[in-house]
Structure formats: C-alpha cells, structure tokens
C-alpha cells in the first residue's frame, strides 16, 4: 500500500518496539505529581499505602488488558477492544446499542486521558510564574499557563508529525531529564537521613478518621483519584496497531511501566511525607517536592527540582497528547466519531485529532483550575475502566470469541477479577469519586464531567448519519461503474486497481 493510500484509508504505521511504546508510557509515574499532597490531605501517611495498591490495581486490570490488546492487535489498546467487543456484528437495523456503548467507553477514556494537557500546562506556568520573578510582572499565572500551552502542544505536535517513532526519541530525552533527577531526589532522602520513620508511623490516618459511610466512600474517591495516576500505564497497550510485534511487545511494555510506576509512586511519597510530615505537605500541597529539595541540597537542588518537573511536565503532556489522540482516531475509524478525525499523514500520525485535542485543552485552560479539571476528568477514567473490565469478561465468556487465538493470556479465571474490578470502578469508584468531588471542589467539576461525557451522543448519532449517508453514496457510485455489455450483463467500465 502506498503512503498515499495510507493516508486516504488513516492507518497507523507499525514502527515501534516495547522499548519505545515503553519511553513514550514513562510520563505515566510523574502522574502522581498533583495527588502528591492531595492524598495525604484525606488519608495521612496510609496515602503511600493507597498508591502500592493502586498499582497492583493496576496489574490487575492491565492483565486482562494485555490480553484483549494482542487477541485483537488493530485495535488502538482499552478503546479499540471495548468498542469492537460491544459492536454487533452485521447489524442490520438504524442504531446499534452495542456500538454506542463501545463507543461511550472510548469517549470516556479520551477525556480521562485528554485534560492531562490542560492540567499540566497549568502546573507549568504555575512554576515558571514563581521561578522567574521578572516573567510575574509581566504575565498573569492563566497567562503563562496558557502561553505554556501553545508551545508544549505546538512542539510535540511538530515532533510526533513524522510519526511515532520520533516520539519515542522525545520520550528518552525528556525522561533523561525528568526521571532521572526524580529517582536521585527521592532517593537522596533515604541516603543522607533526612526520611524520619515518625512522620510516617505517627501519622498513619487522620484523627478523625472513621469506618463510617462518610469515610467509605472518601476512600472509594481517593482510590478512583489514584487510579487516575497509579493505573495509568495502561496507555502502553494503546499503541497496539503501532507496534511491530504487538503479541510480545505489549505484554513487555506494560510490565517494564508498571514495575517503574509501582517503585516511584511508593519511594515518592514515603520521601515526601518521610521529609516533610504530613503537616509540611499540607503546608505545600501543590509541590511538596520543592521543600524537599531545599531540605536535601539546599536552595540550588529547589531550583533544579522546578526545571526537573518542568520537563516531567513536558513528558507526561506528550504521553497524554498520544494517547488520547489514537483513542480519538480509533473512534473515528470505527465509525463512533465523524471520519475527518481519523484522517492520518503519510507518516501514520493521527493530526486532525491532535489539533482538535490541541484546541479542546486551550479551551480547558481557561477553567484555571488543575484538581478541578482533574476531578472531572477522573470521573470519565472511572468509568472507561470499568466498562472496559466488563467487556474483557464478554470476550471470554461469549461464543463469537471463543476461538479468537490470544497470543498473550491473563491467568484462569481472570474474568472473576475483572468483574471485581470492574465493579469496584463502576458503581463504587464512580459514586465515591462524584462524593469527594462534592466536599472538596464542590459540583462544578462533576457537572462539567457529566456534560462533556454527555456531549458523546450526539456526536454519536451525527456519525450514524454520516456512515450511512457515506455507505449509501459508495453504492450508488458502484452501480455507476458498472455498464452493461453486449449481452445485457454488467461490468465494471474502469478498471479497479490496488
């Protein structure tokens, strides 16, 4: 097939390995960048506890997520599978329900993952607001965060135009910048004596914590919250069609990010609340690590810290930028999402959903509001997961998939697991999540989460219309082609070639 051709039909190119999917998902363990003093503000020092299991969570869930990414290995990871496994097949009336829950699930991940760009630009101009004094006399916070916006989007747009290959590239560089530092500020603590056990073991829950109803379902919030973050290396299997080999690939990659992710979200936040105790991260909730710099290498490693979570920063927007944008294209490719927004270049590269991501996170921008942006967005995550972990069991339990080889295979019996999940996501997480939204930012939030994931159906039902009205036209431009010859039978008067 020729690159022309590639581009009419929107493909993605297969180019990567696990190691590159691998760089590209390392944004993932600096998603706990803004929960850093969040958790603790609801649960103490049990936060480094909540993060551990969050991220057995997500093993749990990325097992059977492996699964479905190599026994269908086109599909663009979680929102290819869900929308493929709910759509029925040679469905012959106006509207398949199936479609559109496939559908909504893909729709709801996309905006689990798309608001990362928004928030973190946010967090960008918040630093460089502080950091050069001289840009705060002329720039307002918004200002910056917005300015920050353009450019980081701008750049890794221009960078990931010439395929995700290059990506990859950007993905080493900046978690050379970004990890790397990470890893020695959070070691650097244990190493010279800074870490007292005390501020962790005496501080383990709140005062006022108890097993009641109102403290049940803050913890479910708090695990949906973290889930955000702590299950996220799901992403990796996203660029299922992209990988060479993706039956070996995949399952490779998700493990390498999930190892990553589970040492960083423990030593971080034991580090932080370690150094600082939980009354000091309550007292620097939105960048704990700062402080922490300043205790361990004075205000020299402060200043590095900032430039280090700049790039961390940079990192994560790319990894979010890419991954929401192959859920944007799957949806269009699969007919849930008008087909302009599957169109690719000649490299593979999904831009129409890239500049229409690009836009959309300008315009979230202007909320100015990072948990608040945050906590709508967790609340369509929630949701994707666990309708996700719902058509993982479908497909193992239903007879159209029974024979479908699986070049990867979560352990026996695994749909029980991720029924558990799956349930714990939808309806506890997805109740708890809307109840802390609630106490701590109040119903903006949540109702900004509900319209835009409500947005999805007539959007839906427009690209209804458009499949059909496209369907109808191939037909009758085929009918067209074809002209009688001399014993009245009709053949095609061009021919078709490949």
């Known amino acids: 097939m020729s690159e022309n051709r590639l581009e ?190 005390a501020n962790i073991t005496g501080n383990w829950l709140p005062a006022d914590w108890a097993w009641d109803l109102h403290h049940i379902l803050i913890l479910l919030g708090i695990f949906a919250i973290a889930q955000w973050s702590a299950c996220a290396w799901e992403t990796a299997a996203i660029y299922g069609p992209e990988y060479k080999n993706p039956s070996k690939d995949v399952p490779k990659a998700l493990l390498a990010v999930g190892l990553i992710c589970f040492l960083s979200y423990v030593l971080v936040q034991t580090a932080v609340i370690g150094v600082l105790g939980v009354d000091g991260v309550l007292a620097e909730p939105v960048s704990p690590l700062i402080p922490v710099a300043q205790a361990v290498f004075g205000e020299a490693g402060a200043l590095i810290t900032i430039i280090m979570l700049i790039f961390a920063m940079i990192l994560i927007i790319q990894t979010a930028y890419l991954g929401s944008s192959r859920a944007m294209h799957s949806m269009a490719t699969e007919g849930n999402l008008p087909k302009v927004l599957g169109k690719t270049n000649r490299h593979g590269t999904p831009f129409v959903a890239m500049l229409v991501i690009g836009i959309f996170n300008l315009v979230l921008i202007s909320m100015g509001n990072a948990a608040a942006i945050l906590a709508a967005s967790a609340i369509g995550y929630t949701l994707a997961n666990g309708i996700s972990l719902f058509a993982y069991v479908k497909a193992r339990t239903h007879p159209s998939f029974a024979d479908l080889e699986r070049p990867f295979k979560a352990p026996k019996n695994w749909k029980t697991v991720a029924m558990l999940f799956g349930l714990f996501n939808v309806p506890l997480g997805l109740v708890g999540v809307v109840y802390l939204n609630s106490l701590e930012i109040g119903w903006a939030s949540t109702w900004v989460g509900f ?25 009758g431009a085929h009918s067209s082609d074809l002209d009688a010859d001399d014993d009245g039978r009709l053949t095609p008067s061009v021919e078709v070639t490949t």
């Open 8 to 197: 009419e039909v929107g493909h993605l190119k297969r180019s990567i390995d696990w190691k590159q999917g691998m760089a590209i998902a390392l944004g993932v363990p600096l998603l706990i960048l803004p929960s850093l003093g969040y958790l603790p503000l609801y649960m103490s020092a049990a936060a480094i506890v909540i993060w551990g299991l969050s991220v057995i969570q997500g093993f749990m869930q990325n097992a059977a997520y492996a699964e479905m990414a190599t026994t269908f290995p086109k599909a663009s990871g979680l929102p290819g599978f869900a929308q493929h496994i709910f759509r029925t097949e040679n469905y012959k009336g106006k509207y398949d329900k199936g479609k559109l829950v496939g559908g909504f699930t893909a729709w709801s991940y996309w905006f689990g993952w798309s608001p990362i760009l928004a928030i973190f630009a946010i967090l960008v101009g918040g630093y460089l607001h502080g950091l050069f004094p001289v840009l705060g006399e002329i720039f307002t916070e918004y200002q910056l965060a917005l300015i920050s916006g353009l450019v980081i989007f701008t750049g890794v747009f221009v960078v990931n135009w010439f395929g995700l290959k290059d990506g990859a590239i950007l993905g080493y560089i900046l978690a050379a910048l970004a990890l790397i530092p990470l890893v020695i500020l959070t070691v650097a603590p244990f190493a010279t004596g800074h870490v007292d056990l």
């Open 451 to 475: 319209i835009v994931l409500a947005l999805y159906i007539p959007i839906w039902f427009y690209s209804q219309h458009e499949s059909r009205r496209s369907k109808t036209k191939a037909a």
